[in-house]
């Protein structure tokens, strides 16, 4: 079998295991980080649109392109019900397991597209259809695969239309950038980050007026057509109009922390300083502590919980780690956590990797701009995703520390800009195997943990389908 066939068949059975767990645990799944549940059903059966002042309906303020869809798809399919049904339920995950299989073709996509070796495409793509949180997303209705899907759409295309500067890429570009902020708010970041790329694209074409103009017109077109788009379809005109801000959420902000000191914020306190949460990675805690802790009294709370790397790293490799939604809460004397601690040493290396390909990227995008100065933003388009990497990495920071509860310390939130991070990683895979490409023993030692790590995966995500079934 030539190496191009054996390439093909192992991203076949990992896009096919991954297929399978994501649709087996949409259909045994029954529950949702938050209730987006009662957003479908009011438009389903009332057939309107709510809005964020519709008493007790906590979710009723997102952008409602997905429950919308969801409610369609249930009128056609299902009968309406005072209740959502557990019919109605597998058709509003279905909807997010298909958004997630198309999130995943577009990465393989993506990832041809990349001067990659085979070895590097395979792995990249293996640790991302199967990783738990993505997998798990997916299996529930809220409108988080459905911004993913179209962000990723979003960026792919942008890469494309810069590469090629072909007008249907502006448009697959534009229709994705609105899909993706009437999906979700952090759509809007997208936006924003695109509208930069384009800035700076045309600063760094001022010797050049042909590009100038041909930047700039690409520019206008997308804005005239996505601000009114998003603004009006959307929310975030009447938002902006009502509350002076687009960005709006149905809980109020939090003190800033202090530096050193720690202060708490109710009894969900995730934040409690700036150097508790943002500068410590508490590995020996997780191994301790493989679960999330709950406990209101800070007294009782476990180290890693305030972390914000830390929770956001157990938060993305082990499904059951953070006991959301509800009925996926497992008692901390439960075996299963000492799969976690197995996943979470193992899940060391890609994070190695991630973490060498973000030094990588960043140090040749800076030397790179000090070297070309504006004209580096022309020369090459490998550094809008390292824009779009820091750029969520700072909006983390800053919604954590607006919001300072343990339930926005989540990988969902970076999720969006998940073709950047691939990016990232693949940068960072290609530069390791090239050192390491020559010692058997570290070739075996590498592929063989990221096997294991992808068992381990695998074995994560079937227990709690058993335990939901």
Known sequence: MSNKKIFTALLTVVFLISSVLSFLLAIVNRDAND?????????????????????????????????????????LFSASSTDMTDEQKIISQMINALANLATLFVIYRFLLRLKLKDSTRIATFALTALNPAIIGISAQATNDSFVILFSTLSLFFLYSFLEKN???YLVFLTLSVI???????????????????????????????????????????FLLICFPAISFIGPYAEYYFAYGTPFVLNKPTSAFPKFFTKTYEGD????????????????????????????????????????????????????????????WIVKPTNRIFDL??????????????????????????????????????????GWIFVLFHWLFFAFIVKFTLDYRDFVTMKPIYLFPAILAFVYVFSVGYEALYEKIKKSILLNYGLNGSIIILLLLYILDIAHLLEKLS
Request: aromatic share 16%.
């Open 179 to 221: 899909l993706a902020s009437l999906s979700k708010g952090s759509g809007l970041l997208i936006f924003f980050g695109i509208l930069i790329i384009f800035f700076l694209k045309i600063i760094s074409a001022y010797v050049n007026m042909a590009e100038l103009k041909k930047n700039a017109f690409s520019a206008l077109v």
């Open 340 to 381: 976690g601690k197995i996943i979470f040493i193992f899940a060391l290396v890609p994070l190695m990797i991630f973490l060498y390909g973000m030094f990588i990227v960043t140090r040749k995008s800076i030397r790179n701009f000090w070297q070309k100065k504006l004209s580096y933003f022309s020369s090459e388009n």
């Open 35 to 75: 209730n987006h549940f009662k957003v479908i059903r009011i438009i389903a059966n009332e057939k309107r649109i709510p809005g964020k002042e519709e008493p007790e309906c906590l979710q009723c303020y997102h952008p409602k392109l997905y429950h919308y869809t969801a409610a369609k798809l249930i009128n």
């Open 268 to 327: 969900k306190t995730g934040v409690t300083s700036i150097a508790d949460s943002y500068l410590t990675f508490r590995f020996f805690d997780l191994l301790r502590h493989p679960y999330l802790n709950r406990e209101a009294d800070p007294a009782m709370y476990s180290a890693n919980r305030t972390s914000l790397w830390t929770q956001l790293y157990a938060r993305t490799v082990f499904i059951q780690f953070e006991g959301t939604p509800k009925k």
């Open 166 to 168: 072909q007008l249907r």
